[in-house]
């Protein structure tokens, strides 16, 4: 017989290799406070990996493990629940490079398919099935004990299996049998379950243990009873472990979760095998290469062939089409922008409607132009956002087409718990089930609430009676496990559920529903990657039942088919390392004697036993999967960097002096080169004189200017015209009216200082240039000399007060220069003065109003009044701009010059080329320089931390009892837990108040629906309000030292929901509790397991108060009851 372990905790496996250390959560959610709406800025809810442990049964009494609790997090649906849910109201959303599979396989499909319907094709068969693969499981076990294990091989675990295996299944499988560590990319859905199924068998037959990870609860506790058929459940202590199954290692990337899969990767003793499954991405080999240099000997099997073939949809309001054309290379053209405007009047010209086909063909050439038809469209913003709008489907529409089609079951994501819930009250009318499924569902609704009367979900009753249902985080986790059967044995037909059911949860359906492709977050919408898209879409396909699967993606307000296309063929994106340090971490990496256990060794510190240097720790650390990939980029950036210097060395010996010389030389004659020499020379010093000419020219241009000024400093404000180049040498040209002469004042002399006095000129320094001052027709103020005045006009605004005793228009204006703070912006500059600009007030507009524009102004308002001597200077460099011109010509017509052009150009390519390198070798320097071990930096910091708070003296490793506690204790803030704990206030609790204490500490993502605005939470009692109060304050201490230091690890404090948690410790009822309460019955059952799995934790841990540990033993014991005791 064999046995199985209930799952485990991450923190066993980890001690079980090396030190013992928590993965924690950096990402952020929104935490409701008591009154509905107000929200906080917290963290997530700390991440635990469930482990199962599978090995032969002994005869030794069993032990069971206590399950460890999980946040089946689900990012997407706690951004804007309230907001989210309305995109569904009335049934309405208003809301990796993609390539054909190749088929690499020798084994016929068709076959496969035959095999697979026969023992998949209902709920009984598949029983009957798993049944009979234990018994032949069994069989092997005996006969390996029989034989020895030299007869385990491919065949013996393929004969376990009544179907054919495919290629890259028996390529890990093979590479296991040769104690390789293995790799798996491959499809969702394809079956790379398998693959551990067969390495669990070969490892129990052998005798020896094998533990399977999953990121999420919900996926555990289906591989657990996955694994338990036919097997009995008992427990061991954890040691001789030979296998470590990373199922969904792809989770990598995780903020929440990344960390712990690295940490097991490279504390895991080399001789332990990993068995790695991961959804497609785009650097397979780099993980794979991670793990055999940090581990040892690994093998990458990577597959791209899907075992049910997937065709992608779109949803219309009327209409389902296919979202690629008969290729699979380029968008459908009957969804395109283009084709679904109907023509908008008949008034629309020729031209316009050639514009747009010619636009509509030139897109079928690429993809990416493809991907930007909207915004190359000829329609309006508004009217794009029409009309898609208009053809946004209802809920009903889309189903309509799929049941029509026969593409039910389906999967259908929406990124929100209330999107969920309010699609299914939507459909409650419509009934998808035949009157024997009906009957079926209502029997298997009646025998879940005679066993768990608790956790039935009233409001979703009805639709699970028509076969619709919701799934989510917000629902308890018995309730999903029911709706997962019911849908498996085809009983639901429709599930609509948050993205988390993407995440490897055996619930395959005909066809997967993407409602939208953006998610709400803190930012606003954001688009969901690649790796998100096909990982859901690869629910849709069931291997054995389904010829082809597929994914529908569905109109919305926000993006069409176009931006689906874009998605689909952007390509896959790699994983990402996300390994951060912690309190655990640093902790038992360094820690050496503890100070209890002094009594019995020597006084002298140096005969204690020393843990780690901060030199081998480091070594540890950096050994993280980003500074494997780092280390490789730092590699091939040194390269890069030493090839690009050469080329410039090589580049620069071409243009020297001497080396044109000696080209020119070579391609043309002595007399020919000595004339073009002598030629060029002329054509330098001609346009330095045309240099010379032209400031002189620009000089007079601007004293022939200044007495025009000083006229109309008074009189009328007259109108004026600036003109000037950008940083992007775009010509500006800006009218404007003029209020008079000004200058800086003495004590803001600098004029890039964010803000500026100007103070009225009343004498200027005629040798330097004089500024003015104009407001411009776009309300904004420009600070002028005259170097940028193109045209000064006769005509402008008069200086005359609107009414009686009113100053004048010049005192106004110049009133609110004076008096408000301004800030002035540099908009170009030159030799002969800047040009700044600010913006102007609400006081100023109305006088913006009234500067004309240019095209009103005619010549005959223009101010000819040129001086004789600009004139002259006109003149004299008129006359050598065309010497010059002549000179270039004469140039030209050389003989010979043609060959020394061409030198030229080679000359100025080379330099150009030069330039880009240099560039680039500059941009590749600074990428090195910034290059530093991830994770290392935070290590430092937070020992800094742990040695202010006398956790632990990093000098010589001594460990003090803060530091013991912190270091056995698993949660997001170790040593914020250890604090709390160690804390005497706890003495004088009784167990029904510690426990609302601690449940403050891990209630950091749980939240009040805003929805569920008439109901309410429990309110703590006076005791433990005022026990939180005196935590607020030591929390407060240890966010000051956090920050002193540079770590940010949030510490969980909140009392919000401790009443909840108080009055569930109280005895009151699961129906009492969730009454009018203000939370869903899934976010308050996971914070009574948090609670729960850290009092469990107390009893265990190294120094802590005896009175302490029995009531947290006590609390436990009372909390842990039905519904929360049945889904752990």
Same mark, same amino acid.
């Given at each position: ?10 923190? /066993? ?261 990993? &068995?790695?499954?991961?959804? !497609? ?12 240099? &940090? ?69 079928? *050439? ?147 529903? &993407? ?62 390392? *996300? ?22 060794? /020597? ?44 080329? +410039? ?15 020119? *030389? ?24 045309? !240099? ?199 140039? !030209? ?48 910091? +937070? ?79 006076? &005791? ?5 109060? +005196? ?66 934790? +107390? ?30």
């Amino acid at each position: 017989m064999l046995s199985v372990a209930p799952a485990c905790s991450p923190l /066993s496996l980890r001690r079980l290799f090396l030190p013992p250390f928590t993965c924690r959560s950096d990402g952020c959610l929104s935490l409701g406070s008591r009154r509905i709406g107000r929200r906080l800025p917290v963290a997530r809810p700390p991440l635990s990996v469930t482990l199962f442990s599978i090995r032969p049964s002994s005869g030794r009494e069993q032990q069971f493990f206590e399950l460890e609790d999980e946040d089946e997090a689900e990012e997407d649906e706690e951004d804007d629940e309230d907001v989210a849910a309305e995109e569904y109201v009335n049934g309405v959303l208003a809301t990796g490079a993609f390539s054909e599979d190749v088929y690499e396989y020798t084994e016929s499909e068709e076959e496969e398919v035959e095999v697979r319907v026969e023992v998949q094709h209902s709920a009984g068969s598949l029983t009957q099935y798993n049944h009979h693969t234990w018994q032949r499981v069994e069989r092997l076990i005996t006969e390996v004990r029989e034989f020895g294990e030299e007869i385990i091989d491919f065949d013996e675990l393929a004969g376990v299996y009544d179907f054919p295996i495919d290629k890259f299944q028996r390529l890990a499988i093979q590479a296991f049998l040769r104690g390789s560590s293995v790799v798996v990319s491959a499809p969702t859905s394809s079956g790379k379950t398998l693959i551990a199924e067969a390495s669990a068998m070969a490892t129990v037959a052998k005798g020896r243990r094998l533990f399977y990870t999953t990121p999420l609860k919900a996926l555990s506790n289906q591989k657990y009873r996955d694994f338990s058929v036919g097997m009995v459940s008992s427990g061991s202590k954890l040691f001789d472990v030979d296998v470590v199954v990373l199922d969904e290692v792809h989770y990598l990337s995780d903020i929440s979760r990344g960390t712990v899969w690295e940490e097991i990767a490279i504390y895991c003793p080399k001789e332990v095998q990993l &068995i790695c499954l991961s959804a !497609t991405v785009a650097n397979p080999d780099e993980l794979a290469g991670w793990i055999g240099q &940090i581990h040892g000997k690994t093998e990458l099997v990577v597959s791209t062939k899907r075992p049910v073939p997937l065709q992608w949809y779109f949803s219309l309001k009327n209409s389902l089409l296919p979202l690629l054309d008969e290729k699979g290379t380029k968008i459908n053209r009957k969804l395109s922008i283009d084709n679904l405007h109907p023509s908008s009047s008949k008034e629309d010209s020729c031209s316009e409607n050639r514009t747009r086909k010619y636009k509509l063909n030139k897109t079928e *050439q690429s993809l990416s132009r493809i991907s930007r038809i909207s915004r190359k469209t000829s329609l309006s913003k508004n009217v794009m956002t029409s009309l898609r709008r208009s053809q946004v489907p209802q809920i009903r529409d889309t189903l309509k087409h799929l049941r029509v089609n026969n593409m039910l079951p389906a999967i259908w994501f929406i990124f929100s718990r209330r999107g969920c819930d309010a699609a299914v009250q939507y459909l409650e009318d419509c009934m998808l089930l035949d009157d024997c499924e009906a009957s079926e569902v209502e029997l298997e609704l009646r025998k879940f609430r005679v066993q768990y009367p608790d956790a039935i979900r009233e409001c979703a009753v009805k639709g699970l009676l028509q076969g619709i249902a919701a799934h989510h985080a917000g629902c308890l986790p018995l309730w999903k496990s029911f709706v997962e059967e019911l849908f498996q044995r085809g009983l639901v037909k429709a599930v609509f559920a948050t993205e988390t059911l993407a995440a490897g949860i055996n619930m395959p359906a005909r066809t997967a529903v &993407i409602s939208s492709l953006t998610k709400r977050g803190d930012s606003g919408r954001t688009l969901i990657s690649s790796n998100e898209l096909l990982q859901m879409a690869g629910r849709a396909g069931r291997r054995g039942i389904d010829e082809v699967g597929y994914a529908v993606l569905v109109q919305t307000p926000y993006e069409g088919a176009e931006e689906s296309c874009e998605l689909l063929f952007t390509g896959l994106e790699p994983l990402v390392s *996300q390994f951060t340090a912690s309190y655990g971490m640093v902790l038992n990496l360094l820690a050496g004697t503890r100070v209890t256990r002094m009594a019995s060794r /020597s006084a002298n510190l140096n005969s204690f036993s020393t843990g780690r240097t901060l030199e081998e720790a480091r070594k540890l650390v950096e050994r993280s999967f980003g500074n494997y990939v780092g280390s490789n980029v730092m590699l091939a950036a040194k390269e890069e960097l030493t090839r690009i210097r050469k080329e +410039i060395e090589l580049i620069s010996q071409e243009v020297t002096e001497e080396a044109i010389e000696r080209k020119c *030389q070579e391609q043309l004659l002595e007399a020919e080169y000595a004339e073009i020499l002598n030629l060029q020379e002329e054509l330098r010093g001609e346009k330095r004189l045309r !240099t010379e000419l032209r400031q002189k020219m620009e000089l007079k241009r601007m004293a022939a200017w200044k007495p025009l000024l000083d006229e109309f400093e008074t009189g009328q404000l007259p109108f004026i015209c600036l003109q000037y180049k950008d940083s992007d040498s775009v010509q500006h040209v800006v009218s404007g009216v003029y209020v008079g002469k000004f200058h800086l004042d003495p004590d803001d002399s600098n004029i890039d200082r964010s803000k500026n006095k100007l103070a009225y000129a009343e004498e200027q320094n005629g040798s330097n240039p004089s500024y003015g001052v104009a407001l411009g027709s776009d309300n904004s103020w420009y600070l002028f000399s005259e170097k940028w005045i193109k045209m000064i006009y006769k005509i402008g605004l008069p200086d005359v007060s609107l009414a009686y005793g009113e100053a004048l228009p010049r005192e106004i204006l110049k009133g609110l220069l004076t008096e408000e703070e301004i800030a002035w912006g540099k908009l170009s500059e030159s030799e002969f003065g800047s040009l700044w600009s600010a913006e102007g007030s609400l006081e100023t507009w109305s006088w913006s109003l009234n500067v004309p524009v240019l095209s009103s102004l005619s010549e005959d308002d223009e101010v000819q009044n040129w001086s004789e001597e600009y004139q002259d200077a006109i003149n004299c460099y008129r006359e050598q701009r065309t010497r010059v011109s002549r000179l270039k010509k004469k140039l !030209t017509n050389t003989k010979g010059f043609k060959e020394f052009k061409s030198v030229l150009d080679m000359v100025n390519f080379n330099n150009e080329k030069i330039r880009r390198l240099e560039t680039k070798s500059h941009r590749l320097t600074k990428r090195i320089e910034q290059i530093e071990p991830s994770g290392w930096k935070e290590f430092l910091q +937070i020992s800094k931390v742990i040695q202010e708070t006398r956790a632990l003296d990093v000098n010589t490793h001594v460990m003090y009892p803060l530091g013991e506690t912190a270091s056995a204790i698993r949660g997001e803030n170790e040593l914020w837990l250890a604090m709390v704990l160690r804390n005497k206030v706890l003495l004088d609790l009784k167990p029904a108040q510690l426990a609302p204490i601690l449940g403050s500490l891990v209630s950091e993502g749980i939240k009040i629906r805003p929805w569920k605005s008439n109901c309410y939470v429990y309110e703590p009692s006076s &005791i433990v309000i005022k026990v939180v109060d +005196i935590l607020e304050e030591q929390r407060t201490s240890l966010l000051q030292i956090q920050d002193k230091h540079g770590v940010k690890i949030s510490c969980g404090l909140d009392s919000q929901f401790s009443g909840m948690v108080e009055a569930w410790a109280s005895g009151l009822t699961w129906r009492e509790i969730m009454m009018d309460c203000a939370m869903d019955e899934g976010d308050l059952a996971r914070l009574f397991r948090r609670t729960i799995d850290l009092l469990a934790q +107390i009893p265990k841990l190294p120094d802590i108060d005896p009175v302490v540990q029995s009531n947290a033993l006590a609390a436990a014991n009372v909390m842990d009851r039905p519904p929360i005791s049945e889904f752990a």
